[in-house]
Every structure is written in structure tokens, then in C-alpha cells.
């Protein structure tokens, strides 16, 4: 049976509309799922929901499973009482087209603090209820969570190797101890991944009503500065005071010349299989729970991961290493069933990647902005495309597309024109055209290439670590008449 042939937007939604900093799943979001309906889409695709880590990048995450306190709506917050007009007043300084995450994360938590406390205080049976259920079903991974994180708030800038070793070794009576001292603010932390969980369900159900399904994000790799690296670090490859012996990356390729060096902890995959792969299917159940259909990055490292040493500065000296392989999803198919999981296949895939792939029947990836170096058998050119697949102009590692046809080599460009049969005036209409004419049965753009912006709007630049993450569309960009053209394009391409 042929997959049906769906179009979405890649938006996260920190990019969101907002007068407080940073999108979040407040009105704006709402407004988008109706731009969305209007433009025929029936995808969201978002990146990892998760708190961010070093340089605010959302896949270097304290935890694998909790969410982004930054995503909250404090208006909701004011809704039920908890905080008042006057704290919903933004900064003066706040920018509409940027996320400064240094003004907008400690302006957010005071008022997330304040919220937990008056929560804390005043909370009616009702909520009390519902909060202690959700602390209740959520015990699993959120009591580790919410500890790991009042310790870290109580030693700022510390790597959880350097807390007292018996906090680090996660002695019983440090713990207990830990508890009771750091009491709020665990509750703290409690506090908001209830608000967080509760309004994306609210969000999505909302999507989901009007035909838009979520598209998220899971990252292959965990942050060392995690929850569940200092929980479980005999699931991770790190010496006895918890260091990374070895690191995650990938070697030189499209997006650097010394590869690129992730530095999060490699999974120690022989005990990961000791006790059946308990801890994935627990992170994939969990991923499944935020959305309809997760992408999982950096899908080769399934089959083949390249492994440095934690003293390389960069990623040229690395070695290939054996993943997990057909026994890690065939533990997740068993448990889970049949999953609809996009495999992000993107760079050096070799066939054992391929094979992997095809075994469990998850779609690749393809990128339009790959496709014309000069060859006809590319196969990102939409005459080679499959229908096992999902079609982007770019990702968020790309430049946008406008970006991209400004700084792209002559041979391209030339190729690009007489393959598209366009003079390239206007360069992101045509890919999202190529794109939703593909046979892939999944086409996704990015919604800078829909707004004609150009790189000023990139997401991330792979190997930068700082100045990325931070681009945020602005209310005025989201027009009738983009949808109208959208919705057409879908329509005639049986995207409907």
C-alpha cells in the first residue's frame, strides 16, 4: 500500500511569535496550528522539546526526558493565579526576531519560581491532585531529574563530577540528605514539567484535531551534564568519577573540514543490552508521548558511531565503532510495536545503514540544497528520490535556501536552474515546489525558506558552538496569502 502524502512546516517552537523573549506554547503557538490548517499542512515538525545545554543548543540536554522550561506560558500561569499582570510585563530589551537566552532564561525562571511557590502555597485540591498524579506517573525519570537539577542549581557552572563524591556516587544517605536540604526547589522543578507536559498536550491535541500531526525530534546522543548520565552511568562510557573516556562526533564532512565534536558521552551498548534495552524503550515510549512520528538524529550511529578519545580537540582522529544494530529495534518493536519513526540518514551512509533502514521500514531523509553537484545519479535530485522518504528543502543545520543560492558554487547554481528550469529569482518557492512535487511520501520545509529570509534566519551552523538557536519569526511574517500558495501547492501535488 502506497504511504499517504503529507506536507508540514519545521518550526520549534521557541521560534514562535511573543512578546516574552522566547516563543512558547502560548496564544501565538495556537495561531500558528490555524496558519498551518489554512496552508494545508498536516505535519509539525518541531526539534527536541528538552531543556537546552551548552551554547542553549536543544540536543545537548540535561535530561532525555523531561521539557524546556523556557516553552512554558506564563500567561496560563497568571490564568490560574499564580502570577500577576505586573510580572507578565516583557524586558524593554527583549528581541522579536532573536531569543537572547541570556536576558530571557533568568527572567523566565523568576517567574516560574514565583509561580511554583504561590502554587506551592495556595494549590486547591483540584491541582494538588492532578500535580501529585503527574509526579506519580512520571516518577520513573523526574524524581532523578528534578534532584539532578536542584543540585546543579545549588553548585552553578560545577560538573556533577566535581559535587562531593558521595552526591556524584549517589551514596543513599547524600541523597536522602540532598532531598530534604533542596526540598523547593525539586518542587520546583516538579512544578514546571507538569505545567510544561500539560500545555504541549493541550497544544498538540489542538494540532492534532485540526489534522496537523507532530513531527519531534529525539537526539541519538545524551548531554555528560544529564540526569540520566549521573543516574546511570554504567550505561555510558565514563571512567570512575564519571569523565567521558571517549565522545560522540563524526568526521570531516559537508559542514566541516575537521569534522565535528560533539563531546557527549558514547553508550555503553553491551549493558544497554544486558537489560534489554530497557532504558531506550523507556525514552522511545516517552518520545511517542510528545508526538505523533519522532525523527531520530544521527540514525548511522545505530549501525556505526564514530568514537574520540575525550582529549581530541576536534573530530579528525576518531575510529568507527559498532552500534547496536537490528537488536536494538527488534527490543523496541517487540515492546512497542510498529513505530512511525523517521531515520535521519543524512552524510557519510554506508550500506549496513542502509540495510538497517530498510529492515525496519523507517523512511531517510533528503535535502534538496545536496542535489546539484553536478551529477546526475545524486540521490537528493528529485528524479531519485523514493517514496520511503521525507523531502526538505533544508534542515536546521542548513542555511536557509535564500542562504544557500546566494553562496552556492556557479556549477551548482547553473545546474540547479536548468534542472528546475528557473532563472533563480526566486530560489525557495522553487525548492518548496520541487519538494512537494517529490514522490517522498513526506515533504517538510523549514518556515524561513516559506518567508524568502535569508541567512540571517539560519537555525544552527554545525561546528559553531555559540550564536545559534536564536532566530524567532515575528507575527506580521505568518500571511494569508503564503498559506493560500502553500495550500495550492498541496492540492495539486495530492498532498491534501
Given at each position: 500500500?502506497?504511504?499517504?502524502?503529507?506536507?508540514?512546516?519545521?518550526?520549534?517552537?521557541?521560534?514562535?511569535?511573543?512578546?516574552?523573549?522566547?516563543?512558547?506554547?502560548?496564544?501565538?503557538?495556537?495561531?500558528?496550528?490555524?496558519?498551518?490548517?489554512?496552508?494545508?499542512?498536516?505535519?509539525?515538525?518541531?526539534?527536541?522539546?528538552?531543556?537546552?545545554?551548552?551554547?542553549?543548543?536543544?540536543?545537548?540536554?540535561?535530561?532525555?526526558?523531561?521539557?524546556?522550561?523556557?516553552?512554558?506560558?506564563?500567561?496560563?500561569?497568571?490564568?490560574?493565579?499564580?502570577?500577576?499582570?505586573?510580572?507578565?510585563?516583557?524586558?524593554?530589551?527583549?528581541?522579536?526576531?532573536?531569543?537572547?537566552?541570556?536576558?530571557?532564561?533568568?527572567?523566565?525562571?523568576?517567574?516560574?519560581?514565583?509561580?511554583?511557590?504561590?502554587?506551592?502555597?495556595?494549590?486547591?485540591?483540584?491541582?494538588?491532585?492532578?500535580?501529585?498524579?503527574?509526579?506519580?506517573?512520571?516518577?520513573?525519570?523526574?524524581?532523578?531529574?528534578?534532584?539532578?537539577?536542584?543540585?546543579?542549581?545549588?553548585?552553578?557552572?560545577?560538573?556533577?563530577?566535581?559535587?562531593?563524591?558521595?552526591?556524584?556516587?549517589?551514596?543513599?544517605?547524600?541523597?536522602?540528605?540532598?532531598?530534604?536540604?533542596?526540598?523547593?526547589?525539586?518542587?520546583?522543578?516538579?512544578?514546571?514539567?507538569?505545567?510544561?507536559?500539560?500545555?504541549?498536550?493541550?497544544?498538540?491535541?489542538?494540532?492534532?484535531?485540526?489534522?496537523?500531526?507532530?513531527?519531534?525530534?529525539?537526539?541519538?546522543?545524551?548531554?555528560?551534564?544529564?540526569?540520566?548520565?549521573?543516574?546511570?552511568?554504567?550505561?555510558?562510557?565514563?571512567?570512575?568519577?564519571?569523565?567521558?573516556?571517549?565522545?560522540?562526533?563524526?568526521?570531516?564532512?559537508?559542514?566541516?573540514?575537521?569534522?565535528?565534536?560533539?563531546?557527549?558521552?558514547?553508550?555503553r551498548w553491551a549493558a544497554h543490552a544486558a537489560e534489554g534495552y530497557a532504558w531506550w524503550i523507556a525514552r522511545i515510549r516517552h518520545a511517542f508521548e510528545l508526538a505523533d512520528i519522532v525523527r531520530i538524529d544521527h540514525f548511522r550511529g545505530f549501525a556505526q558511531y564514530w568514537e574520540i578519545a575525550a582529549t581530541e580537540p576536534t573530530a579528525v582522529n576518531g575510529r568507527w565503532r559498532p552500534g547496536p544494530g537490528a537488536a536494538l529495534f527488534d527490543a523496541i518493536a517487540q515492546a512497542l510495536g510498529p513505530l512511525p519513526i523517521i531515520a535521519e540518514d543524512l552524510g557519510l551512509i554506508t550500506p549496513d545503514v542502509v540495510a538497517l533502514r530498510k529492515r525496519f521500514g523507517l523512511p531517510g531523509m533528503l535535502v534538496l540544497q545536496f542535489a546539484f553537484d553536478g551529477t546526475s545519479d545524486n540521490p537528493y535530485l528529485p528524479h531519485n528520490h523514493r517514496a520511503d522518504a521525507v523531502v526538505y528543502t533544508g534542515t536546521h543545520d542548513n542555511d536557509t535556501t535564500a542562504g544557500w543560492w546566494q553562496q552556492a558554487a556557479a556549477g551548482s547554481r547553473a545546474q540547479a536552474c536548468a534542472y528546475l528550469d528557473t532563472d533563480g529569482a526566486q530560489m525557495p518557492w522553487t525548492l518548496i515546489r520541487a519538494a512537494l512535487a517529490s514522490v517522498a511520501a513526506t515533504a517538510i520545509v523549514p518556515l524561513q525558506d516559506v518567508l524568502g529570509l535569508g541567512a540571517e534566519a539560519r537555525m544552527n551552523l554545525p561546528g559553531q558552538p555559540d550564536g545559534n538557536w536564536t532566530w524567532r519569526c515575528e507575527e506580521a511574517q505568518l500571511k494569508a496569502g503564503q498559506a493560500k500558495q502553500l495550500a495550492e501547492l498541496v492540492r495539486l501535488y495530492g498532498r491534501a
Open positions: 500500500m502506497k504511504p499517504d502524502r503529507a506536507a508540514g512546516i519545521l518550526l520549534h517552537p521557541t521560534c514562535l511569535p511573543g512578546a516574552r523573549g522566547a516563543g512558547d506554547f502560548g496564544a501565538a503557538a495556537y495561531r500558528f496550528v490555524d496558519w498551518l490548517a489554512s496552508a494545508g499542512q498536516s505535519r509539525w515538525q518541531v526539534l527536541p522539546l528538552g531543556p537546552t545545554g551548552l551554547g542553549n543548543s536543544p540536543y545537548m540536554s540535561p535530561s532525555a526526558f523531561a521539557g524546556n522550561l523556557l516553552l512554558i506560558d506564563l500567561e496560563e500561569l497568571a490564568q490560574r493565579g499564580w502570577l500577576d499582570a505586573g510580572e507578565l510585563q516583557p524586558d524593554p530589551a527583549f528581541d522579536a526576531q532573536r531569543v537572547d537566552f541570556e536576558r530571557v532564561i533568568p527572567w523566565r525562571t523568576s517567574r516560574l519560581v514565583r509561580a511554583a511557590r504561590r502554587f506551592a502555597a495556595d494549590a486547591k485540591g483540584a491541582d494538588r491532585d492532578t500535580f501529585d498524579a503527574f509526579c506519580r506517573r512520571h516518577a520513573a525519570w523526574l524524581d532523578d531529574y528534578a534532584l539532578f537539577m536542584a543540585i546543579a542549581d545549588s553548585r552553578p557552572g560545577c560538573s556533577w563530577c566535581d559535587w562531593s563524591a558521595d552526591l556524584a556516587r549517589r551514596d543513599a544517605a547524600a541523597l536522602r540528605e540532598a532531598r530534604a536540604e533542596l526540598a523547593g526547589r525539586i518542587a520546583f522543578h516538579a512544578f514546571c514539567q507538569w505545567r510544561f507536559f500539560e500545555q504541549w498536550q493541550r497544544l498538540k491535541a489542538y494540532a492534532n484535531d485540526r489534522g496537523i500531526r507532530i513531527v519531534g525530534d529525539l537526539p541519538i546522543f545524551v548531554a555528560h551534564q544529564s540526569a540520566e548520565v549521573w543516574a546511570r552511568p554504567d550505561l555510558f562510557e565514563v571512567d570512575e568519577r564519571g569523565e567521558p573516556s571517549v565522545v560522540a562526533g563524526v568526521p570531516p564532512d559537508y559542514f566541516s573540514a575537521t569534522g565535528q565534536r560533539w563531546g557527549n558521552p558514547l553508550y
